[in-house]
């Protein structure tokens, strides 16, 4: 990767759509699935937009959102509404996707990164998605068809402020969002199916050095590029780089940058233009008439309320605090609800049967033991099973150890000398004397007291 | 062949086996094929389907005998569908060539709940294309014409709707009115026309034109058959979001009705004036009291109305883009194409809080308004139209003159509250001359019950058109 010009800092803040997983459709009672199904065989006069069909909205789906932003600190606005917002697009068959516009459900959030940088969450609203386009060879004809069984599917869009200044914290985000939404059990958020979408908007701007960063001091500019349609983790954080690569080279060369959409090309690493942003699209939003506006109450935020869990990030935070595990191992385990709930077991039983906890997590994460026992307790009988019949005797291991000290001298006289490598050789010699029984943290102790003497 | 004046004639009819509903039905489309082409009020007649139902009708009673109305109350109810209904299988055009050959998979609402209970559906009848209209004339399938006299106008949009019950075509119709779309026809053919209170009946499968402002309604030839229709037709169905369940209000022995002096200026024809007053005084004669109101921001409704309505047809007919149904945007008539244009425009980024917001204001403050007199008065009377009706081609070429023949009618629709039309007289050229009276939220019952006591007392009630 290139360097990134220090004298710019890159300003970027996200869209993420995510697919509520709810039985049912937003304004109608049609199916929800949608992957690998006939094509429009989820469909009924609501979400095909047919003459006279109305919208009826889902409870559950705006129940999810509330529970989606209460999980993210949001304020939850009492009065809120839905909104028509216009456009002309096959796949769109009102000519108008009801959505939220002034009055979103959810307000003002925030996430917490794993240095302890914190990021505020502007918005999270519901909307409903779009049907989908194929375009398709039929005979030696071009064809464009459209499926409508996402037509109606809730989408919930969440909107940070633009206050990422680097790819890596950008990708911890949106991995967390998609572990919250995961954890909540209110969308599967899988990239591959389309049921998470990312946007980010990128643009640059000088810092005075003397200054620094500080959000204060930044300036927003006068543009913003957008990318879209990129779906995965990894090719987002690289297009984000190759963008802030791209205009760097056109602020240093005096250009000014163009506001526009773009998309990543894979292939070259590199982002092209989709489709300029210089006329604003006017969506000539205005209240959805056949939705009464909803009010949500406070008892109602408190039955929701209920429903939350530790958030990812608060899970990270007392892993390492609570189990002593290195960030990246709280990491790991916090990715996964099950995971993390099979490890708090692990470790109790750890604990209570004296065993060396590091070693039992290690076996966990780094040879996945987790799934070889589908319970902590069978993993660790099993680990007790095996630590009584592999133990050698202490006879055996004092006569290993004078053994090995006696025929590898050169070792012994290495590591006295001061080469510190030279005492994994030695305990991996007393390991084969002892034919692989005993672990190698007691060897080791052995070793050192014996080299000691 | 003697065809019912009213619901609970024909079922004495029936009972008294003086005709069957297959006669009835015979005679409803013996007239429509006589009389319709001076008229040109149905678009689809729905002969196949309303046969089999009537004859489902014969054979239900003659099993059940008076029993089958307990299961279905509105049997062998003979009804004509304004062609913004969806009813499944049947074309559903909205009068638009747009949706010349469209033919809708689904039931409205209104259309399903008519049907289990026992209605028959006789055809689809024309109306302004979109509803959008005073007059009837904006139909692309020619304009329906007045059978009191054909020179002139039936009044718009639900035309059809109206001149077919008038005409003894059907018992009773289905319309929309937005701005006074059910009660201007009802007015200028002589008939009862309902527009109840907004969120009162579904709107689900019914072609939307303004859906802050659209409800689903009915045309009959009495207060009662209304009555009948809305409370078979009213209620959540789970479809229509915006729609309540609320008690009707108690009904009372005697009812205070307010009258406004700014329904009464002089804009309004002398004719229209004086019937009004007539009507008045037979009320306060059979012990209605009388109030003087005032509603001083009425005259702003038809301000508020020509904002908020275009803006919701053009979101409305966005759906209209030509990938679908089988016809592009230049199926559009000019009307429509002006609607769109005028609501994209005060919908447009920079004009939208100028417009559209400031609209939404004043409509909030004339619901105040309207709930602060119906609080002092069980109903408010009015006209329906400042004028009887007027002759075909008069308005057509002036948009804005047509615009005001809405006047007195778009107020409750703004305000949402329910309005009852009704028939009352005839003027020196032997056309309809009727009232409306406006009242509370959900408190239709309050207006037939003052209708049906009009009715009673009534001595000058128009009558039915001669088709010769």
């Known amino acids: 990767m290139k360097k990134i010009n220090p004298e710019y800092i890159p300003i970027i803040g996200l869209e993420v759509h995510i697919e509520l997983n709810t039985k049912r459709k937003m304004f109608c009672r049609c199916c929800a699935e949608h992957f690998l199904q006939a094509a429009n065989s989820n469909t009924c006069p609501t979400c095909l937009g047919l003459p006279g069909a109305m919208p009826y909205p889902n409870k559950t789906a705006i ?24 456009y002309f697009y096959p796949d769109l068959p009102k000519g108008y996707q009801i959505t939220q516009y002034d009055l979103p459900f959810c307000l003002n959030g925030k996430w917490e990164s794993p240095d302890g940088k914190f990021y505020q969450i502007r918005r999270v609203h519901l909307e409903e998605d779009t049907g989908k386009l194929q375009h398709k060879n039929i005979g030696d004809k071009k064809m464009s068809l459209i499926d409508f069984n996402r037509s109606g599917v809730p989408l919930m869009e969440l909107v940070t402020e633009p206050s990422f200044h680097n790819p890596d914290d950008v990708l911890a985000f949106l991995k967390d969002i998609q572990t919250l939404a995961r954890y909540l059990q209110i969308s599967n958020a899988d990239m591959e199916k389309g049921s998470m979408r990312l946007e980010a908007n990128i643009s640059l701007t000088k810092i005075t050095k003397q200054l620094g960063i500080d959000e204060k001091n930044i300036k927003l500019p006068d543009y913003k590029v957008e990318l879209k349609n990129i779906n995965s983790f990894r090719f987002l954080k690289n297009a984000i780089h190759a963008e802030i690569v791209r205009q760097t080279n056109l602020l240093s060369r005096g250009e000014k940058i163009k506001q526009e959409t773009r998309g990543y090309d894979e292939q070259t690493n590199s982002t092209y233009s989709q489709r300029s942003k210089e006329n604003v699209k006017d969506y000539r939003y205005f209240p959805e008439p056949d939705i009464p506006s909803i009010v949500i109450e406070d008892e109602t935020v408190a039955i929701i309320q209920k429903r939350l869990v530790e ?36 470790y109790r039983l750890t604990k209570k049967h004296h065993l060396n906890t590091k070693k039992v997590v290690d076996l966990m994460i780094n040879k996945n033991y987790d799934q070889k026992f589908p319970t902590p307790q069978g993993l660790v009988l099993d680990l007790l099973k095996t630590i009584k019949t592999q133990s050698p005797s202490d006879e055996q291991l004092d006569r290993a150890v004078s053994e090995v000290l006696i025929s590898q001298r050169k070792a012994v006289s290495d590591y006295k000398s001061g080469k510190e490598n030279a005492l994994g050789f030695l305990i991996g010699a007393v390991s084969r004397k002892l034919s692989g029984k005993g672990d190698a943290m007691t060897i080791r102790d052995k070793l050192t007291e014996s080299l000691g003497k | 062949m003697k065809l019912p004046i009213n619901y609970q004639q024909q079922k004495k009819l029936i009972s008294e086996k003086k005709t069957t509903h297959v006669e009835i039905l015979d005679g409803y489309l013996e007239r429509i094929e006589k009389y319709d082409k001076k008229v040109n009020s149905f678009l689809t007649l729905m002969k196949e389907s309303s046969y089999k139902q009537a004859r489902l009708c014969d054979k239900l009673f003659s099993e059940l005998g008076e029993d089958v109305y307990k299961k279905y109350p509105l049997l062998g109810f003979v009804v004509s569908l304004k062609d913004l209904y969806a009813a499944e299988s049947v074309r559903t055009t909205a009068s638009s060539k747009v949706l010349d050959d469209y033919t809708s998979p689904y039931d409205s609402t209104a259309v399903s709940r008519l049907r289990a209970d026992g209605c028959i559906f006789i055809g689809k009848t024309n109306c302004d294309a979109w509803a959008h209209g005073s007059s009837g004339e904006n139909s692309d399938y020619g304009p329906t014409k007045n059978p009191w006299n054909f020179d002139f106008v039936p009044g718009g ?75 078979a037709t009213k209620g959540i169905d789970g479809f229509d ?55 001083p921001l009425t005259e702003h409704a038809i301000s508020v109305y020509y904002i908020i309505q275009p803006a919701e047809v053009s979101s409305n007919l966005a759906r209209y883009d030509g990938v679908r149904y089988g016809h592009d945007r230049s199926y559009f008539a000019p009307e429509a194409k002006r609607r ?17 917001i400031k609209a939404m204001k004043v409509r909030e403050k004339i619901i105040e308004e309207f709930d602060r007199v119906l609080n002092e008065v069980d109903a408010i009377i009015a006209p329906v139209s400042p004028t009887p009706p007027f002759k075909l081609g008069e308005k057509a070429q002036d948009p804005l003159q047509m615009y005001l023949a809405d006047i007195y009618t778009v107020a409750a629709n703004i305000a949402g509250i329910p309005a009852l039309a009704i028939p009352s007289n005839i003027t020196t050229q032997n056309l309809p001359l009727g009232f409306q009276l406006l009242g509370k939220r959900f408190n239709e019952e309050v207006l037939f019950d003052i209708a049906n006591k009009f009715e009673s007392v009534n001595t000058k009630h128009p009558g039915k058109a001669q088709l010769l």
């Not at chain 1, 129940?63 to 216009?86: M, P, Q, W």
């Not at chain 1, 899970?315 to 189990?323: A, D, G, H, L, V």
């Not at chain 1, 290195?326 to 993390?340: C, E, F, P, V």
């Not at chain 2, 009862?192 to 689903?216: E, N, Q």
């Open chain 1, 311 to 346: 958030s990812p990030w608060e899970k990270r935070k007392r892993y390492i605090k609570e189990f002593g595990l290195s960030q990246n191992y709280a990491q790991i385990l916090t990715s996964d609800l099950n995971r993390g709930a099979y490890f708090e077991k692990l």
């Open chain 2, 241 to 295: 979001a915006t729609v309540t369940n609320v008690t009707p209000a108690k009904l009372k022995n005697d009812y205070t009705i307010g009258i406004a002096k700014e329904y009464l200026n002089d804009g309004v024809n002398p004719q229209v004036k004086n019937e009004l007053k007539r009507v008045i005084s037979t009320l306060e004669n059979n012990g209605f009291t009388i109030k003087d109101v005032s509603l």
């Open chain 1, 63 to 86: 129940e999810n959102t509330v529970l989606f932003g209460l999980a993210l600190g949001c304020k939850i606005n009492k009065y809120s509404k839905f909104d028509r917002k216009h």
């Open chain 2, 157 to 231: 949009s639900s035309s059809g709707s109206a001149v077919s019950v008038t005409c003894d075509f059907c018992l009773a119709s289905t319309g929309t009115d937005t701005g006074g779309s059910i009660r201007l026809p009802a007015n200028f053919c002589g008939v009862v026309g309902l527009k109840p209170t907004w969120g009162a009946i579904s709107r689900y499968g019914v072609v939307a034109m303004a859906s802050s402002l659209d409800c689903v309604g009915f045309f009959a030839n009495s207060s009662e058959d209304a009555r009948s229709l809305f409370n």
């Open chain 2, 340 to 356: 769109i244009i005028l609501g994209t425009h005060v919908l447009s980024e920079g004009y939208y809080d100028a417009f559209y």
